[in-house]
């Protein structure tokens, strides 16, 4: 993980061994750690730190492995709409469900016993251009509770 403090809104769903997360980071090019990072690759700050609107999708398996790639196309309403459809769908009134975000990544979700969690099975589709094959990720049991609180958490920061 960069030392280089990011902010910007953010969305991470599964544990801290295995989750997708689709994030927006911004970079503050007055930060003395931007600046060194910049230094280093002998760039500007601003132009290190970018102009921070670009979305990225990012995911990390059990063993430790993980990618990601940018989502240039992607705008803040629509990732608050998958937001706001996976918000939806937590109460598992029907039953398991299929959720997507465009076309790189679609969640099939599952209740846990006495619907206190639930897992997902990810599945990422990397956009053409990309060289990375599509995958499928387990997501182990997460705290539904939790996950709607951090799908509010996350809606609010794009309003």
Do not use: K
Not at 145 to 155: C, I, K
């Amino acid at each position: 993980m960069s030392p280089i403090g990011v902010s910007g809104p953010e969305l991470f769903i599964g544990t801290d061994t295995a989750y997708v997360a689709l994030v927006r980071p911004r970079l503050d090019p007055a930060d003395p750690e931007v600046r060194e990072a910049a230094e280093q690759a002998g760039v500007s700050a601003e132009e290190f730190a970018g102009p921070g609107n670009v979305w990225a999708l990012m995911w990390e398996d059990e063993t430790g492995e993980g990618g990601g790639f940018e989502l240039p196309g992607l705008r803040d309403a629509e990732a608050e709409d998958f937001a706001a459809r996976l918000l939806a769908e937590l109460s598992f009134e029907t039953g398991p469900f299929i959720v997507g975000a465009g076309e790189v990544l679609r969640l099939q979700a599952y209740p846990g016993a006495g619907g206190a969690d639930c897992r997902f099975l990810s599945t990422i589709t990397p956009p053409e251009g990309e060289e990375l094959s599509p995958l499928t990720l387990e997501i182990p049991a997460v705290d539904a509770d939790a996950l709607r609180a951090d799908l509010e958490d996350f809606r609010r920061s794009l309003a």
